[in-house]
């Protein structure tokens, strides 16, 4: 059964080395759902977090692969921790045609953030968790969503 | 010092005696640093391919890391082909390539290639060095990555404007900083235990043994523990020779060629240890099917391995050598029991067979059968790809480690030429024999000038059934013999439906080996007959140079024992031999 995995792997700041990552995954004809890389608190290692839809053995095999790169200094298949928190960064610009208050309304309610507001559309940022993303976009979809743009799913373990 | 004089202070810093190489426009300065270099032994190729083989080939019948220096472009995209055959069969070799300089690179430059990405997947690791200030330490890592851990080829793709910039204070580097790199050689006490036990419950043990025996040095652990428990093994063609193919504990190579009690007992087995073997399909057949009735346990270096192809019940991570020699201490020592007798009397009732009498046409069998009798069994035994391969590695009787050197993971036509060079100039007191097709030989047959020149005494055996024979035999097998584009005899003129060989055949076989061997300088010999086959092996292996020994084998035969493809392991064709008796 295939299932949504959040890995975080710690690499080294070295040209190349978000292809030799990408590039193991697509050899194996495998699909990345979203994939994030930033700075961490030490200047040679960065962050990469990378979300993927597969089965556990293929996920362990993807896990082992990544650890044999040698810019890969840690592999962390994050999901596989009862305790994590998830986060995600959404900017999102949505028409203000069909009912402006109403609209309004909702991104108050789910506590996003109004960047831009014009005639014709609101600019809109949020954080949050996977299902208040789902269910913020579910809601503001009626309105017109113009364009939406992610950062991918990233995550703490919290022990 | 500049980047070039650097590179060639890191070879020698790494112990490096011979260098494969060709030159081109970016790597002139390097060679213009070898000019009046006396320490290393710079072979001139005459392919870029071929000196990665060769450096392939010195690699895997030493254990050293094997070097090749090629041109940007071209020679870079021909160097590509080496490096993938190191990189399946985990062969320490380090590939340093010239790259167009930095301001040029992405810009389509003259003999531009981007090295690092396409040497990516098919490399252990690769480097694109932008900087003189991290050349030193990549040399130094890049050796280290090579042959460390699982080995594999590394390469190094340098611009010729670093080559050429000087570095003050250069010093090589003494410690190696890879924080993501460290290999695990010891294997958990727990699993080793866990391991022990189950050895030691098991009713029907088998090992099942391959190329991580050879590179981690583990010979000698591997018999002690077979020894101590009367635990029946069989090898992978990448592990020949790693005990004496007449040990009597020694059921022969398994898989798609193989023996019919290595794979049987695969089959049966209750417990299987594998050591430094990678559950490849032309060992397993259908996985689905196969050693369904084991428990499997996986020693190997590599983690990702474990639990690659098959499920695993007890895996343990760490070098072959090591856990074995941990192992051999808690295993208690047992007699062979009712299984090993079965086994071994499997393999004495099922002997190779084919036929072959005075004066008829060759038998490729017979062939290397009559090298391995002339040569004491003591060559060590370089192949191509093809049947020759298959039948080099079922009938010489294999003796001792790094002599039977083959592409067995990427199946490299013209490999065996240059990387018997390489095998020969690492140990000028061997016989080294290059036993090629009629096709795989034309595929690296420059090298022969190589060869002449440099006196590199490769005798090859050229086992010509004027067929691309592997593919034939398949299509005889599975595609209704439909000889497609597998004759080298065929001409416009031939029946676009011919089935095989008939008295329409054309005469004429090119090139002419001999011929070929002659107009480059080396001794040609051939032989078509049992007779001629002996008096030619003894003039070409006494011969003290490079020698093209020309054997005309049977058009049409092929290579037994043979499971097709997709077939558990057990449903063997054992060939017309055996169906006669």
């Known amino acids: 059964m295939k299932t949504k995995h959040t890995i975080r792997l710690k690499v080294l700041n070295t040209v190349g080395v978000m292809a030799r990552i990408t590039g193991l995954i697509s050899q194996r004809g495998y699909n990345i759902d979203?994939?994030?890389?930033?700075?961490?608190?030490?200047?040679?290692?960065?962050?990469?977090?990378?979300?993927?839809?597969?089965?556990?053995?293929?996920?362990?095999?993807?896990?082992?692969?990544?650890?044999?790169?040698?810019?890969?200094?840690?592999?962390?298949?994050?999901?596989?921790?009862?305790?994590?928190?998830?986060?995600?960064?959404?900017?999102?610009?949505?028409?203000?045609?069909?009912?402006?208050?109403?609209?309004?309304?909702?991104?108050?309610?789910?506590?996003?953030?109004?960047?831009?507001?014009?005639?014709?559309?609101?600019?809109?940022?949020?954080?949050?968790?996977?299902?208040?993303?789902?269910?913020?976009?579910?809601?503001?979809?009626?309105?017109?969503?113009?364009?939406?743009?992610?950062?991918?799913?990233?995550?703490?373990?919290?022990? | 010092m500049n980047g070039s004089q650097i590179v060639i202070d890191a070879l020698k810093q790494e112990g490096v005696d011979i260098l494969f190489g060709y030159?081109?426009?970016?790597?002139?300065?390097?060679?213009?640093?070898?000019?009046?270099?006396?320490?290393?032994?710079?072979?001139?190729?005459?392919?870029?391919?071929?000196?990665?083989?060769?450096?392939?080939?010195?690699?895997?019948?030493?254990?050293?890391?094997?070097?090749?220096?090629?041109?940007?472009?071209?020679?870079?995209?021909?160097?590509?082909?080496?490096?993938?055959?190191?990189?399946?069969?985990?062969?320490?070799?380090?590939?340093?390539?010239?790259?167009?300089?930095?301001?040029?690179?992405?810009?389509?430059?003259?003999?531009?290639?981007?090295?690092?990405?396409?040497?990516?997947?098919?490399?252990?690791?690769?480097?694109?060095?932008?900087?003189?200030?991290?050349?030193?330490?990549?040399?130094?890592?890049?050796?280290?990555?090579?042959?460390?851990?699982?080995?594999?080829?590394?390469?190094?793709d340098i611009p010729v404007d670093v080559l050429l910039a000087v570095l003050k204070n250069y010093k090589y580097p003494e410690e190696i900083k890879l924080p993501g790199y460290k290999p695990t050689v010891e294997g958990n006490p727990k699993q080793i235990k866990k391991l022990a036990e189950t050895i030691q419950k098991a009713e029907k043990p088998l090992f099942y043994t391959g190329g991580g025996i050879v590179a981690s040095g583990a010979e000698k652990e591997l018999l002690a523990v077979v020894e101590k428990t009367n635990i029946p093994f069989v090898t992978t063609l990448m592990g020949l020779g790693s005990s004496d193919a007449d040990h009597p504990l020694f059921l022969g190579m398994p898989g798609m060629h193989g023996r019919y009690a290595a794979n049987h007992a695969m089959m049966q087995c209750d417990l299987m240890i594998a050591v430094g073997v990678r559950f490849d399909d032309r060992v397993t057949g259908d996985l689905s099917r196969f050693a369904t009735k084991a428990t499997i346990a996986h020693i190997d270096i590599d983690p990702a391995e474990i639990g690659k192809n098959i499920q695993t019940e007890i895996p343990v991570v760490g070098d072959a050598k090591h856990v074995l020699k941990e192992l051999n201490k808690i295993l208690k020592a047992c007699p062979a029991n009712g299984w090993c007798k079965t086994v071994t009397a499997w393999r004495d009732e099922s002997p190779l067979t084919y036929s072959q009498k005075p004066g008829e046409a060759l038998a490729p069998q017979y062939v290397i059968e009559k090298l391995s009798e002339l040569s004491k069994d003591n060559a060590i035994i370089v192949t191509d790809v093809g049947q020759h391969q298959m039948f080099s590695a079922l009938y010489y009787k294999h003796k001792g480690p790094r002599c039977f050197i083959s592409s067995g993971g990427l199946g490299t036509m013209g490999f065996g030429l240059p990387a018997a060079m390489g095998a020969a100039l690492a140990n000028p007191k061997r016989q080294v024999v290059a036993i090629c097709g009629d096709g795989g030989f034309q595929m690296n047959i420059q090298e022969l000038a190589t060869c002449a020149i440099n006196n590199i005494p490769v005798k090859a055996l050229v086992i010509n059934n004027q067929y691309l024979?592997?593919?034939?035999?398949?299509?005889?097998?599975?595609?209704?013999?439909?000889?497609?584009?597998?004759?080298?005899?065929?001409?416009?003129?031939?029946?676009?439906?011919?089935?095989?060989?008939?008295?329409?055949?054309?005469?004429?076989?090119?090139?002419?080996?001999?011929?070929?061997?002659?107009?480059?300088?080396?001794?040609?010999?051939?032989?078509?007959?049992?007779?001629?086959?002996?008096a030619m092996l003894k003039e070409g292996l006494a011969y003290p140079g490079p020698v093209v020994m020309e054997c005309i084998v049977r058009k049409e035969e092929n290579v037994y024992p043979m499971v097709p493809g997709g077939k558990p392991i057990d449903e063997i064709l054992l060939g017309p031999e055996k169906e006669k008796a």
């Open chain 2, 469 to 534: 024979g592997m593919v034939r035999q398949w299509q005889e097998l599975f595609w209704n013999k439909q000889y497609s584009k597998v004759c080298l005899k065929q001409t416009p003129n031939c029946p676009p439906e011919c089935k095989g060989p008939n008295p329409q055949c054309p005469e004429v076989y090119r090139p002419d080996f001999v011929k070929v061997a002659e107009a480059n300088g080396v001794k040609g010999l051939r032989a078509s007959t049992p007779e001629e086959l002996v």
């Open chain 1, 34 to 159: 979203s994939i994030m890389s930033t700075p961490t608190e030490i200047p040679e290692i960065y962050s990469v977090h990378l979300v993927l839809t597969e089965t556990e053995d293929q996920i362990e095999q993807i896990s082992k692969q990544l650890n044999k790169l040698v810019d890969v200094v840690k592999v962390t298949d994050i999901s596989h921790n009862k305790n994590y928190i998830v986060r995600e960064f959404i900017m999102v610009k949505i028409s203000t045609s069909k009912n402006r208050p109403d609209l309004l309304q909702v991104i108050d309610l789910f506590r996003a953030k109004v960047l831009d507001l014009s005639t014709n559309y609101v600019v809109v940022s949020m954080t949050g968790g996977p299902r208040k993303i789902k269910r913020f976009l579910e809601v503001v979809q009626p309105f017109g969503i113009q364009e939406l743009d992610r950062s991918g799913e990233f995550a703490v373990l919290d022990v």
């Open chain 2, 23 to 156: 030159p081109g426009g970016v790597v002139i300065p390097i060679f213009d640093a070898l000019f009046k270099e006396k320490e290393l032994n710079v072979i001139l190729n005459r392919h870029e391919q071929a000196s990665v083989h060769a450096a392939d080939g010195y690699a895997r019948s030493t254990g050293k890391v094997g070097v090749a220096l090629v041109t940007s472009g071209p020679g870079s995209t021909n160097a590509i082909t080496g490096i993938a055959t190191a990189k399946l069969d985990s062969v320490p070799i380090v590939v340093i390539s010239g790259q167009v300089k930095n301001g040029f690179i992405g810009t389509d430059g003259f003999q531009e290639v981007d090295m690092s990405g396409m040497t990516r997947t098919i490399s252990k690791h690769n480097y694109l060095v932008n900087d003189i200030n991290d050349l030193p330490k990549t040399m130094k890592e890049a050796f280290h990555i090579a042959r460390t851990g699982r080995p594999g080829p590394v390469s190094i």
